[in-house]
């Protein structure tokens, strides 16, 4: 099935959520979707923009609130496959609050976060995941905070699915975000994306050589979560691959009590008229 759309992406040049565009949208086939069966949902930021890239349905919503949107979708029409995406600072800032509470609510939706350390539809600040030092034009003597690590946070919280990946692995990240649409529950895949234009630091190269695929660690055990924070922080969370996964935790669809067994916005309400018109005059 093609997932291509005729709107041609306004990113820079060598943005990494190009390939971010081309694995979700391979992933989607590969996992035998139709475009009807697709709902991307974003945020706000340069990435914010893949919901209109992509040959399904789409929500371009507002700054930081993709994971609200997500879930409405989700529990409106449990048949869709709904993924969200969006930047770090749209996801690690302002969304931090939803990004956890969907995490541990574990509901089942794949999360793509396209990190690149900066704010790039601002031309150039300082974000969540911006090292300590990071100079730019909201800090011209060097950034004084820690960056967040979601790939820890995540754990912390009781994620059931963690990954992580490079824009540039394509097969890789295909793979992963397969899986991550196939997990029941919520998925969390944090792709370093390289902002090209106003982050000079983490550039590709800089991620070549600082990156450690998990592959290459003999032994790595996915489903062992200790073994997953031990590594992450030897590496100072810069690894890829799939970090975590819990197969054992029933998603928040299994779980929630009275829930429809088909779609809700195919359901017959059969509402009271009566009633309806007394809960709409409260309103007005
Ligand atoms: Fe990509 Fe950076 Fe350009 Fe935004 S400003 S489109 S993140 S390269």
């Known amino acids: 099935k093609d997932f291509r759309n005729n709107v041609k992406p306004n990113w820079c040049p060598g943005c990494g959520d190009f390939s971010v565009q081309a694995a979700m949208q391979r992933a989607a086939a590969n996992v035998g979707l139709e475009p009807e069966n697709l709902a991307v949902i974003s945020g706000i930021g ?12 789409g929500f371009h919503g507002i700054h930081g609130r993709s994971l609200p949107i997500a879930q409405g979708v989700k529990m409106a029409n449990r048949d869709l496959t709904v993924i969200a995406s969006g930047g770090d600072g749209d996801g690690y800032a302002i969304g931090m609050g939803h990004t956890i509470h969907a995490i541990r609510r574990n509901i089942d939706i794949t999360y793509i976060v396209m990190d690149n350390q900066i704010y790039g539809l601002t031309k150039g600040q300082t974000s969540p995941r911006s090292a300590v030092g990071f100079k730019t034009k909201s800090t011209p003597m060097g950034s004084i905070e820690e960056s967040i690590s979601p790939m820890k946070m995540a754990l ?24 991550g649409i196939n997990h029941k529950g919520f998925s969390l895949i944090n792709v370093f994306s390289p902002c090209v ?16 695929k998990l592959s290459d660690i003999e032994g790595y055990d996915p ?26 935790r029933k998603s928040y669809q299994e779980l929630v009590t009275g829930y429809s067994e088909g779609p809700l916005s195919k359901a017959d309400l059969d509402l009271d008229q009566n009633y309806f018109d007394k809960l709409v005059s409260e309103f007005i």
């Open 223 to 248: 489903s062992n979560r200790e073994d997953a924070m031990q590594t992450l922080m030897k590496h100072n969370g810069l690894v890829t691959g799939l970090i975590y996964q819990n197969t054992e």
């Open 156 to 179: 912390t919280v009781g994620a059931t699915f963690v990954a992580q990946s490079f824009s540039t692995d394509l097969k890789d990240l295909t793979a992963l975000i397969e899986a």
């Open 46 to 57: 340069c990435s914010g923009r893949i919901s209109g890239y992509i040959n399904s349905y």
């Open 197 to 212: 234009t106003y982050n000079k630091v983490n550039t590709y190269d800089w991620f070549k050589e600082n990156l450690t």
